[in-house]
């Protein structure tokens, strides 16, 4: 595991939020450190973003405490914990320019206007701005509007840049250009950023360490590898991953775990000999892989991922292996006990 | 415009409804405007017909501009319209403002409070409002007015307007929070501008019935330096005798404010500034 060193930016101790009578974040600890690259994934309403505005300052915990670059912060205003958030919604000033946009927050903090051109200019560079930064926000196109939002963090240098699912308004390809760009960002000023988000693809690609919450709780903390690889129970085995790991009853194939989980890609599948024999009920072709749904006697429905084209016509036969040492089992708490 | 409503039955249809309604809206306002320029035998005989060379006649304009002090009472309404209206916008706003971003205790219970007067017509508290404007000795002044126009117009405007505020984006307050705006600033740079419509309904709405009203300035404020122009065009009624000339052209008179307001108002109604905040 790639265990960060460095100095503590952010320190969450025992966080719990309630909104009246419901607990929402019930007990957050996480230590993160300069220049690491933080994902939070989970289901929705898990807490997420309400642990990330807490963060900000957006939000007071109702117990716990937070801890930014060693200051406890609990009575520290958001614009001064030293943090820049991003927001799904770009949430930029409908009345300033561009320009305007990213040197609010540093005019407010009294930084000289020489200095400030200089980070506007910097910025704006990085992120290619320089042609709209006369435009208003109305005038942009989306990407270009989140781009801009990014300009508005990156100016202000701060210690931990917050990311609420900032891509997820925008279109596939533009996601993919943007996320690259954010990875970039990370490298170049080695910057320590917390990420929410609900795609596996961001997650796997841009973290260092991914903390899967659900229900309040952190499920597990982790490299996305090792929670590929090595998932502390059956939730994060089943969030991790797509097309989502099978489950299997342990009753069903003989074992005294309770659940059995082997991921798709974990299948060999062969028209004559295997494990489990089954018909295929569907089969998606996606070009570079082929997902097929088989209805097997010993296991009920299975999904396997296939590298390249796979001929299966939907009712042919076809036999399923797992894979040696690849197949997890849980117990009835959904803990992860050992593979197989 | 899409296929459906640019399809010409349904735009005859359309427009021959909205036209029917403006003639229905219009018919007593123009009925009014006509015979303000005949003389009183000609109102009387066909109070339908046009003026024409032999009915025009501008008596009762000559009469309300001779009689009575007309400008001071048109300056009366005004003042106290305008300042009321932007009472009611800028206190309404703000309690919209706190009752749709903050949760405090009671948040619930304050804001039925502060919507009870839409259902309870503040007229039923005229004898204790003039007590409390005789023992302030405020009776015959125009902030009388205007204190009870504020208090009339508030419970609608808090109303409507948090239905309004409760639209604008948390983001956009949220990044002005992070970029160190005061609560103030958020307030008047980043949420009125977003709500500026549903404002300018707001002071249609209020200005009217203020404008219109005859209640309280007869009560609270009937000193010949205090009328109001609706108070002020009473006179003109008597119990035998009524100048209908000069009631006539009393009210087209009236009419005009209260139309320059509204064209201002209905131009930021129409403008739509929210572009761009989000998505
Ligand atoms: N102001 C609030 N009052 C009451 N409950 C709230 C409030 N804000 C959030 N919640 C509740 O807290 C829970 C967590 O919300 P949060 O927005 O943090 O979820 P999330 O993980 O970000 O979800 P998503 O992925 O859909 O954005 C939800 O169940 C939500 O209903
Ligand atoms: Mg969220």
Known sequence: MAEATGTSILELKAVTKKFGPVEVIRGIDLDVRQGEFIVFVGPS????????????????????????????????????????MVFQTYALYPHLSVRDNMRLGLKQAGTPAAEIDRRVEVA????????????????????????????????????????????????????????LEIAQLHRRLNATMIYVTH?????????????????????????????????????????????????????????????????????????????????VVHAEHLGGDTNLYVETEKAGLITARLFGEYQAAPGATVHLTPLPGRMLRFDETGKTIGTM | ??????????????????????????????????????????????????????????????????????????????????????????????AAFALSEYRFRGNTLMGL???????IPIRLGTVAILQLMVASGLVNTLTSLILVYTAQGLPLAVFILSEFMKQVSDDLKNAGRIDGLSEYRIFFR????????????????TMIPIWNDLWFPLILAPAESTKTVTLGAQMFIGQFVTNWNAVLAALSLAILPVLILYLIFSRQLIRGITAGAVK
Request: charged share 15%; with cysteine; proline share 6%.
């Open chain 1, 199 to 279: 795609d596996q693809v961001e997650a796997m690609t841009l973290a260092d360490r991914i903390v899967v919450l659900s229900a309040g709780r952190i499920e597990q903390v982790g490299a996305p590898m090792e929670l590929y690889n090595n998932p502390a129970n059956e939730f994060v085995a089943g969030f991790i991953g797509s097309p989502k790991m099978n489950f299997i009853e342990g009753a069903r194939l003989g074992d005294k775990a309770k659940t059995l989980g082997i991921r798709p890609e974990h299948l060999t599948v062969d028209p004559n000999s295997g494990a489990f024999k089954g018909t």
């Open chain 2, 190 to 205: 980043l949420v009125l501008p977003l709500v500026r419509p549903s404002m300018a309904t707001v002071a249609v709405f």
């Open chain 2, 1 to 94: 415009m899409s296929k459906a409503t640019s399809s010409p039955t349904r735009s005859i249809a359309a427009h021959g409804v909205l036209i029917l309604y403006t003639v229905i809206a219009l018919f007593p306002v123009i009925v009014i405007l006509i015979n303000s320029f005949k003389n009183r035998q000609a109102i009387f005989r066909s109070p339908l017909s046009l003026p024409g060379p032999e009915s025009f006649s501008l008596i009762g304009y000559q009469t309300v501009l001779k009689q009575g002090d007309f400008l001071l009472y048109f300056e009366n309404s005004l003042i106290v319209t305008v300042v009321s209206i932007v009472l009611v916008l800028l206190f309404g706003a703000m």
């Open chain 1, 45 to 84: 309403g898990c807490g997420k973003s309400t642990l990330l505005r807490i963060i900000a300052g957006l939000e007071d915990a109702s117990a716990g405490e937070v801890w930014i670059a060693g200051q406890e912060v609990s009575s520290t205003p958001p614009a001064n914990r030293g943090i820049a």
């Open chain 2, 113 to 119: 409070y502060l919507a009870l007067g839409i259902m």
């Open chain 1, 124 to 179: 704006s560079t990085m992120l290619s701005l320089d042609p709209y930064l006369k435009r208003f926000p109305a005038e942009l196109s989306g990407g270009q509007r989140q781009r801009v939002a990014i300009g508005r963090a990156v100016v202000r240098e701060p210690t931990l840049f917050l990311f609420d699912e900032p891509l997820s308004n925008l279109d596939a390809g533009l996601r993919v250009n943007t996320r």
